[in-house]
């Protein structure tokens, strides 16, 4: 068996075509406060730019700090994918702490020094980080969604669009919580295995915790992997996991908002759960004077037909289907307006 006990931290580098931004991400590893026992764990999937010759050229600087960088890869033509190369990062390293570091991103210098100290406070957890978005006025929704949240609704709001609510470039967790995951999905182009990895974890009992300092610089670019992977199989992976965590102990919920993307999870639920939704609410006049919405596409000779209220009149559980930040606080001071108590009386399905 490994010992790992003369490496504290391992950094998990996958690198993939990442010359234009390698030289501020690995400038960044060797400037951290925390210098003691760092590793370097390098895997090169594939990339066909400059992305070696720069992680060579970088070696002699990490030996005068005596940080040992371990670099491998392939030269295949096609990438295996992002799981595939942090697995293969993770299984030459050797730290009793895993700090992962996208290739395109940057740390600040605190970074470790801060997120060690929270993994060994909270062994059980995947710790995250506030970021800085670059450039600053890209994803400011979903930035200030990230950076914002209460610790509460780190558990509160797993089920939303934006993913995991640490986000995956800000991760730093003992060894043992990644062992007990297992591994990344490794099915490559299209799987948010990011998110895969954060609902398993969460089904282990695993806990988040996110420090709340700025530790990372989270670029935002047309080649980043997250594009690769569609709307549709982010949402199924969402609706399995909201029916396996939570709709299964309920015994009727509602659904919050009428309109497209209410009846869309309602059509995404299997049958034992399409039958305990008792209600859509909405402010929308035109939709509530409907009276109904009936499900022609169901199977049942007797279609579904669920009653559609205004939204003062919704009883909890409900499962809000409204995305946040979109209609001028509208849609918040109605929600607060109902005094209800987020993870227990509804949750966000966004």
């Known amino acids: 068996m490994t010992n790992h006990s003369d490496i504290a931290v391992s950094i998990i580098l996958p690198v993939y075509n990442s010359d234009k931004w390698l030289d501020e991400c690995l400038r960044s590893v060797l400037e951290q406060t925390f210098t003691d026992a760092i590793q370097l764990s390098v895997y090169n999937d594939g990339s066909q730019d400059a992305s070696m010759m720069i992680l060579d050229k970088w070696r002699p600087e990490f030996r005068k700090k005596n940080i040992e960088i371990v670099l491998s890869g392939h030269s295949d033509d ?54 800085v978005r670059e450039p600053p006025d890209s994803t400011l929704r979903f930035t200030a969604w990230a950076n914002e949240m209460s610790h509460e609704q780190l558990y509160t709001q797993i089920y939303t669009s934006h993913g995991p609510t640490v986000i995956m470039p800000s991760w730093f967790m003992s060894r043992s919580v990644f062992n007990t995951v297992g591994a ?33 610089v989270y670029r935002y670019h047309a080649e980043a992997a997250t594009f690769s992977v569609s709307e549709e199989t982010i949402w199924q992976l969402r609706v399995q996991f ?9 015994n009727t919920f509602s659904i919050w908002n009428a309109g497209k993307q209410g009846r869309k999870f309602f059509r995404s639920l299997d049958e034992k759960s399409q039958k305990k939704v008792v209600a859509f609410c909405d402010v929308d006049s035109k939709k509530i004077s409907k009276g109904f919405y009936i499900y022609e596409e169901s199977k049942e000779k007797l279609k579904p037909k669920i009653p559609i209220i205004y939204y003062t009149n919704v009883k909890p559980p409900i499962v809000v289907c409204v995305k946040m930040g979109l209609t001028g606080g509208g849609f918040e001071t109605n929600l607060a307006s109902l005094n209800l108590v987020e993870g227990k009386d509804y949750h966000h399905f966004n």
Do not use: T
């Open 184 to 216: 990344f999905d490794e099915a490559g182009k299209g799987v948010p295995e990011d998110l895969i990895f954060f609902y398993k974890h969460l089904e282990l009992g695993g806990e988040i915790i996110r420090v709340d300092d700025c530790l990372l």
């Open 242 to 250: 909201i029916q396996q965590q939570l709709l299964h102990k309920w």
């Open 78 to 131: 096609r990438p295996r994918g992002v799981g595939y190369a942090k697995n293969k990062a993770i299984a030459q390293s050797r730290g009793n702490f895993l700090c992962f570091l996208d290739a395109d991103d940057k740390m600040y210098k605190d970074r470790i020094l801060k997120q060690l100290d929270a993994s060994k406070k909270n062994p059980k957890a995947i710790v995250g980080c506030r970021f």
